[in-house]
């Protein structure tokens, strides 16, 4: 029996499937990195008021603490959203600082920022959790902002509208560092 023609068969079967299969794309957290400084910048270090930061640890049990309260991640939505907003302007939540804003006129904008720090021993599915929360909180911000002075959500808006809302509503979200708590030596 010939079978020096299975061996181009499935040669020519191999290459039909790599070229009509699609690989899948790893997904991954979409952020903006700040832009490099200047060579020639001058450093400064910046003095941030205690009451602007809300600080979010995940340990390797992969519990959350939201400031100082122990939280679920179902709540914490909520929780980042009255401390982004303020909306009683209490002592204990950041303040707002009286911006102009190109195209809209003055905004109080809220100067809180979310520090997020994670043990080395927490699970991805907690982090993740954790920084889909945080940016929902965010979105939902801007989509309250969006609909009150220009009647859709932020993504119906063009791309003007939404440089406007993203300056009104800053996303300022830090990450420490992760750090071995469980690991005493």
Do not use: W
């Not at 992969?62 to 309260?69: K, N, P, Q, W």
């Not at 302007?89 to 994670?118: C, M, W």
């Not at 954790?130 to 009647?151: P, S, T, Y």
């Not at 993203?166 to 979200?173: F, H, S, T, V």
């Amino acid at each position: 029996m010939n079978t020096s023609s299975t061996a181009d068969i499935a040669f020519l079967l191999l290459c039909y499937f790599l070229m009509t299969t699609t690989m899948g794309t790893q997904t991954g957290l979409s952020r903006r990195l700040p832009p490099m400084p200047d060579k020639n910048q001058k450093t400064e270090d910046q003095k941030v008021n205690r009451r602007n930061i809300i600080v979010v640890k995940i340990n390797s049990a992969d519990r959350i603490l939201a400031g100082t309260e122990p939280i679920d991640v179902s709540q914490l939505k909520d929780k980042i959203k009255e401390f982004l907003t303020n909306p009683l302007n209490r002592e204990d939540l950041p303040e707002k600082e009286l911006t102009d804003i190109e195209g809209f006129g003055q905004y109080a904008v809220s100067k809180g920022v979310i520090s997020l720090q994670n043990d080395r021993g927490t699970s991805y599915k907690a982090y993740i959790a954790v920084q889909n929360e945080l940016v929902k909180a965010v979105n939902e911000i801007r989509d309250d902002f969006a609909r009150a002075h220009f009647g859709k959500v932020y993504n119906a808006l063009d791309e003007e509208q939404q440089g406007i809302v993203r300056k009104a509503i800053p996303q300022n979200i830090s990450e420490a560092e992760p750090k071995d708590v469980g690991k005493r030596r």
